[in-house]
């Protein structure tokens, strides 16, 4: 590879690290920041390199075959075509990563399911943490009290955050999507022991399975077996007594 070769194997290198970047950041849900830049270096890893390509690398000089003799004898006014096999399997690779890349966020416009990260993280055993990671304690939660809860290591997880409430007796766990539409499931009538949804005022029994009592929503919500650890943490039991989310999330 000539020096004047390397920025554009630079470029597309770039390019090809950027894509791959881009589909472990789409898989993991690193959030639209990353998305963003990882996809923008890797379109403009191959612009560069093109644009750089032109300019540089190709032949500038306009060259005239005379119509009698081939180009073979023409001595040294010919200009040897671009050879450059090495960069044009580095730019067939650059654009395969890209395109392959883009398969990923493409298979967001069908319907969503586990594959797409709905899939719930719970397993028995796991802790339940607050949205800012620290390890719930049973004793610390007076009657009436709600928090939204989490896996331990999963924070921020769609499909697996729940509602943990406590009611006299108990305390109980439900999954904080609604099974109407998706919205969070977000307030609590404590003197009724309801679970409201705002978005269509679908109304849940706390005391009764999350059992559906108003509203549009066509079932209860999930709710999640848990456990008091010898710690006083809370842990669950298992996964969600049903799938979580409206049905259509299912429709794989
Ligand atoms: S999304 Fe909850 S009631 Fe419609």
Known sequence: MT?????????????????????????????DGWLGATAAIACAGICIALGYWGLRLAPQTQVTEPRESFASEAGDDVVPPVSRGGLLWLLGAACAALGIAAIFPLRSLGPRGDAMGLRSRWRAGMRLVDPDGRPLDASSLNVDAVVTAFPEGFIGDEASQVVLVRVPERL????????????????????????????????????????????PAPRALPQLPINTASDGGIVAAGDFDARVGPDDWDAT
Not at 10 to 20: D, E, M, T, V
Not at 174 to 194: D, F, L, M, N, W
């Open 3 to 31: 020096i004047e070769e390397r920025p554009v194997a630079a470029a597309l290198g770039a390019s090809i690290l950027a894509s791959i970047a881009f589909a472990v950041a789409f898989a993991l849900h690193a959030g």
């Open 172 to 215: 109980i766990a439900y999954s904080k999507v609604c099974t109407h539409a998706g919205c969070p499931v977000a307030i609590y009538r404590a003197k009724e022991r309801e679970l409201v949804c705002p978005c269509h005022q679908s109304v849940f029994d706390v005391l009764d399975g999350g059992r559906v009592l108003a509203g």
